[in-house]
Nanobody, 115 residues
Framework: QVQLVESGGGLVQPGGSLRLSCAAS????????MGWYRQAPGKERELVAA???????NYADSVKGRFTISRENAKNTVYLQMNSLKPEETAIYYC?????????WGQGTQVTVSS
């Protein structure tokens, strides 16, 4: 059984920063992809960023240059450093882990960008 536990969400002012963390537990194969998605009210869930176990990264165009995804393989943990946050990025942020053909999700953490 794989579990993902996120932390680090909260309220931040526009232009501020937050760092999200997600720790995976259970049977984790060494080859995998970890990432972050977000879902704003009334919108579909969208990819924010992802990183492979080899370190290759992929970002949504809207966050390039402001967000950084990283991971610690030994801890099965992925991070998302978010800088210069915008009000429209208010959403629930979900951690995602892909193992082979299986996808696992965290419970989500709320990020609110507001003055």
């Amino acid at each position: 059984q794989v579990q993902l536990v996120e932390s680090g969400g909260g309220l931040v002012q526009p232009g501020g920063s937050l760092r999200l963390s997600c720790a995976a537990s259970g049977t984790i194969f060494s080859m995998n992809v970890m990432g972050w998605y977000r879902q704003a009210p009334g919108k579909e869930r969208e990819l924010v960023a992802a990183v492979t176990s080899g370190g290759s990264t992929n970002y949504a165009d809207s966050v390039k240059g402001r967000f950084t995804i990283s991971r610690e393989n030994a801890k099965n943990t992925v991070y998302l450093q978010m800088n210069s946050l915008k009000p429209e990025e208010t959403a629930i942020y979900y951690c995602n882990l892909i193992l082979g053909t299986n996808a696992y999700w965290g419970q989500g953490t709320q990020v609110t960008v507001s003055s």
